[in-house]
């Protein structure tokens, strides 16, 4: 879920909360859910008479993993169904379309950055793609 503010054509701001992984691990020895809310900046540019739009986009996410887990946690010194989070650098990009004045179908590619000398069990560098269906409202 993502919410949004493009202050002129070329600018513009989105915060939004996204599920980035939720995994079974082999062996029933657990699962980890990862979680993120981000903040990010976008600079794009229509593509003139097209329809198309492409953004860039960058900033910061708070990403949470909940980990439960049996063998592997004993091993990192975690407490089973310990939620750690982080603060990590977010980079992407998302090339829309506008189907009507009120709806556009976008694809958008972000990358989350994780520190390697963290030394924590903690979600390592992630890559999501989406695919959905925008909602444009004017205040004008």
């Known amino acids: 879920v993502n919410l949004g503010y493009q202050f002129n054509p070329f600018f513009g701001i989105e915060t939004g909360i996204s599920m980035i992984s939720e995994a079974k691990l082999p062996d029933d020895s657990g699962q980890v859910a990862t979680t993120s809310a981000d903040l990010l900046l976008k600079l794009g540019f229509p593509l003139t008479g097209t329809g198309f739009r492409i953004d860039l986009k960058g ?30 650098p977010v980079v992407g990009a998302t090339v829309s379309y506008n189907i009507s004045s009120f709806f556009a179908i976008d694809a958008t590619y972000l990358h989350y950055y994780d520190d390697p000398k963290s030394k924590t069990l903690n979600t390592p560098c992630t890559d999501l793609a989406t695919v959905g269906i925008r909602l444009i409202l004017s205040i004008i």
């Open 59 to 88: 900033g910061a996410a708070y990403v949470i993993s909940d980990f439960d887990i049996t063998d592997v946690v004993k091993y990192y010194e975690f407490n089973d169904k310990s939620k750690k989070g982080e603060y990590k």
